[in-house]
């Protein structure tokens, strides 16, 4: 890899700031002072910018409990945004697995890894998702068929997928859908003329939110749990 690119990949600086670093003699490579942004960099190198040794960030697998009122975007004038929850380098290399609504809770995943989000959150593949959810009304027991057979959505030109109701308590149930469309979940509620008053993301997949993650915190997701997701 070119100097000035690994510079980029670790520092998030531009190619042409990475490339006046090096000709300011600010960079050495292996204890070298190198002035070449050409020059080749292999894994084994050890690369130091202004005094600092760099290291390549690789692809990112988070799971975060996002708490209600953050917003799932990178950046907002009147909202506080999931990022400023994280506290890692490049944050703003990475993204969100599709979004939670601001007032959800529950399950974000996060990463820089956009075939791999892309994957989670395509039609194609139909990941589930389940949520908690609390109504303003009584949940009826017909609403078990009725979303197994698909809701017609205002707006909306095909019913959505099987979904799958778990009725808890009368205003609580478990809602397990296998696509992601606009307020999906309080879209569907809404249909049949109930009021999503809470709604938490408990499940993508196979993986669950862990329950010793509380509200505002993440960690990396393992191998092993990156499997569960599919």
Same mark, same amino acid.
């Given at each position: 890899?070119?100097?000035?690119? @690994?510079?980029?990949?670790?520092?998030?600086?531009?190619?042409?700031?990475?490339?006046k670093?090096?000709r300011?003699?600010?960079?050495?490579?292996?204890?070298?002072?190198?002035?070449?942004?050409?020059?080749?960099?292999?894994?084994?190198d050890?690369?130091?910018?202004?005094?600092?040794?760099?290291?390549?960030?690789?692809?990112? @697998?988070?799971?975060?409990?996002?708490?209600?009122?953050?917003?799932?975007?990178?950046?907002?004038?009147?909202?506080?945004?999931?990022?400023?929850?994280?506290?890692?380098?490049?944050v703003?290399?990475?993204?969100?697995?599709?979004?939670?609504d601001?007032?959800?809770? &529950?399950?974000l995943?996060?990463?820089?890894?956009?075939?791999?989000?892309?994957?989670?959150?395509?039609?194609?593949?139909?990941v589930?998702?389940? @949520?908690?959810?609390?109504?303003?009304?009584?949940i009826?027991?017909?609403?078990?068929?009725q979303f197994?057979?698909g809701?017609?959505?205002?707006?909306?030109?095909?019913p959505?997928?099987?979904?799958?109701?778990?009725?808890?308590?009368?205003?609580?149930?478990?809602?397990?859908?296998h696509?992601?469309? @606009?307020h999906?979940?309080?879209?569907?509620?809404?249909?049949? &003329?109930?009021?999503?008053?809470?709604?938490?993301?408990?499940?993508? &997949? &196979?993986?669950?939110?862990?329950?010793?993650?509380?509200?505002?915190?993440y960690?990396?997701?393992?191998?092993?749990?990156?499997?569960?997701?599919?």
């Amino acid at each position: 890899m070119r100097l000035d690119k @690994y510079i980029c990949d670790c520092t998030g600086l531009t190619r042409s700031q990475a490339g006046k670093s090096v000709r300011q003699g600010l960079v050495t490579i292996n204890g070298e002072l190198v002035k070449q942004a050409a020059r080749q960099v292999s894994d084994s190198d050890t690369v130091i910018l202004d005094g600092n040794e760099l290291q390549l960030v690789g692809l990112r @697998y988070f799971m975060l409990h996002k708490p209600a009122g953050f917003l799932c975007a990178n950046e907002d004038a009147e909202h506080q945004t999931v990022f400023e929850l994280l506290d890692e380098p490049l944050v703003e290399r990475l993204h969100t697995v599709g979004r939670l609504d601001l007032d959800t809770t &529950g399950l974000l995943l996060i990463t820089d890894d956009g075939q791999w989000s892309h994957r989670l959150t395509s039609p194609k593949h139909h990941v589930p998702k389940t @949520y908690r959810v609390w109504t303003a009304d009584p949940i009826p027991t017909e609403a078990i068929s009725q979303f197994a057979e698909g809701i017609m959505l205002r707006g909306e030109k095909d019913p959505t997928k099987p979904a799958e109701l778990e009725i808890v308590a009368e205003h609580e149930a478990l809602l397990t859908i296998h696509e992601g469309r @606009y307020h999906q979940v309080k879209r569907m509620f809404a249909a049949i &003329g109930n009021k999503v008053e809470q709604l938490h993301r408990e499940r993508i &997949g &196979g993986l669950q939110l862990p329950a010793d993650l509380a509200e505002g915190e993440y960690r990396a997701i393992s191998p092993d749990e990156l499997a569960l997701l599919y």
